[in-house]
């Protein structure tokens, strides 16, 4: 079953047209009428669209639809590119603790503070964040450098203090990235 969900909010007789053509369509649609309904509806999908004709309805994936009548070809083909987006939104966005990872603009983002990283600075962060323990000097040259063990550099603790130094500056926060004894860690 896809994971795609298109939401008809209040527009029963598009709902009816699109529910016919359901077994020719890429996502699951669902018919919702009440608000309080939507907005629990929306908790459980990571991928959803809706549809509506309420001008004033306040969700980021919502498309209204007050010009009617429609070409419902155009109408399918717009809400499979918002789905592309979206895809492609999700995965660009890393979670990490309270901040988010935009890989696309290579940003940092918490409560609405921004901070510009670099490439390595993202994969730094990213790789740091997938291991649970502590990663060493050694194990960061081969992984996000791809430096060989035996060279003698100062590569990863320079660029390590630079990040901590730009994360303390913009966010307050000396504890994202913390050293042991045994190396590296995101907190």
């Known amino acids: 079953m896809s994971n795609q969900n ?11 047209i699109l529910d016919e053509l359901s077994s020719n369509l890429n996502f699951k649609i669902v018919k919702i009428e009440n608000e309080n309904i939507l907005n629990d509806q ?5 991928n959803y669209i809706i549809i509506t004709k309420n001008k004033n309805l306040n969700f980021p994936n ?3 639809i007050d010009n009617l009548p429609l070409n419902i070809f155009k109408l399918i083909e717009k809400i499979n590119i918002s789905f592309l987006k979206n895809q492609f939104s999700n995965q660009s966005q890393i979670k990490i603790n309270n901040y988010i990872i935009d890989l696309n603009s290579r940003e940092i983002i918490s409560e609405n503070k921004k901070l510009k990283l670099t490439e390595k600075e993202v994969d730094i962060i990213i790789y740091l964040s997938k291991n649970k323990e502590p990663i060493s000097v050694n194990e960061l040259q081969k992984k996000v450098w791809s430096y060989q063990s035996d060279i003698e550099t ?9 990040l901590r130094k ?10 994202f990235i913390i050293s042991k004894k045994n190396g590296y860690q995101v907190k």
């Open 6 to 16: 298109l939401i008809i909010y209040k527009f029963l007789s598009l709902y009816h």
């Open 42 to 46: 929306v908790k459980d999908f990571n």
């Open 62 to 64: 919502a498309i209204c």
């Open 154 to 162: 100062h590569t990863v603790e320079t660029h390590i203090y630079r």
């Open 166 to 175: 730009k994360i303390f500056d913009t966010f307050d926060n000396s504890n």
